[in-house]
């Protein structure tokens, strides 16, 4: 998606060779005219496929999820990370390791809002190690709901996420793929 | 806002006296449908004011924040609750207590996405003790921006927040405004 790799060259900010900070207008400070681009563009991507709910994940997912959920004519869920044991009523759980936190967090979705009628989009707005994207397939699988795919707005290409869920045979979609970054010459994407 | 009010009376569940779950539209599972009136009536409640900025708190404002940032044609900004006590770069820092995670959290937002330029509307889910609120306000005030006010969608108004805020002279908008309520007879609206 040429836009948005238009916006992270220009307004990405490069730390060492893995850390690309777009807090500026994706995770912190959220441009919500780039999100509903971002929203068509997963729709232009999963259209026909019957989704008709998105998963993501607290926090910085639910934006960009709310908003393509706009497009998809759907109800998003988010999945909660839980640092206490035991929640009331019924929960799909997981276990999800933070890398940036260095934490593992449980994380829950509520039995009632996800099952075997469900075709689930799941949409993030990183992926890298593939962590939180694996957790949700968990919740989804947990479910019986059928997985449609995930979209992603930014995938690290160079850490192994991407790959290994590919060969699972889980369809991602990523809107912009990292080959390499250095804080001299930038972020170059895969072609 | 009456299509909010009828939701809540279908598909809120009343626990007790105080709490009231709407999990199943609202902060769990979201209807972005309902979220695009609600965005349409916060415009129209506050347009005119030179809103230029929203900001909330994660993880259950996002939504709502993001789709009614579509209809004010702004950015939002969301408040990180932290953990950690050094965050890198400057941030503005408040306290807000928790009542429902009998918790205290650090409550950030970076100063780059928030200064003296801003006006600012908060939007949040709800507002009860309004702790979060005040939080959020305190933040608005150490960037020296201007506060336009506050969107909530759902007030408990048997719960002291809303009354101090707007005694404080903070101009306080909620979509619903609970007077009471029970699991026999449901919830009753202010007028």
Redesign the interface.
């Known amino acids: 998606m040429e836009l948005l790799k238009k916006r992270i060259r220009e307004d990405g900010i490069v730390k060492g060779n893995d850390v690309l900070k777009v ?3 994706l995770n ?6 780039l ?2 681009e971002i929203g068509k563009e997963f729709l232009r991507r999963f259209d026909g496929c019957g989704v008709n709910k998105i998963l993501t994940i ?2 910085s997912g ?2 960009i ?3 393509t ?2 497009s998809f ?1 759907c ?4 999945a ?1 990370k839980s640092r ?1 044991k035991n929640i009331a009523g019924d929960v799909y759980t997981t276990k999800v390791e933070s890398f940036t ?1 260095g934490q593992v967090y449980d994380v829950i ?2 039995t ?2 996800l099952g075997s009628g469900d075709k689930v989009l799941i949409i993030d707005d990183f992926l890298a190690n593939g962590a939180a994207l694996e957790g949700l397939i968990d919740l989804v699988n947990q479910a019986g709901a059928e997985l449609a795919g995930a979209g992603i707005v930014i995938e690290k290409a160079f850490q192994p996420g991407g790959k290994r869920l590919r060969a699972r045979g889980v369809r991602v979609e990523s809107l912009a793929r990292v080959k390499s970054m250095d804080e001299e010459s930038g972020v170059e994407f895969v072609d």
Chains 1, 2 share one sequence.
Request: charged fraction near 20%; glycine fraction near 4%; aromatic fraction near 12%.
């Open positions: 807090d500026s207008f912190h400070q959220m441009d919500v005219a999100f509903e607290e926090a639910i934006g999820a709310c908003v959920a706009q004519h109800p998003v869920v988010f909660k206490t936190h979705v509520s009632k809002f």
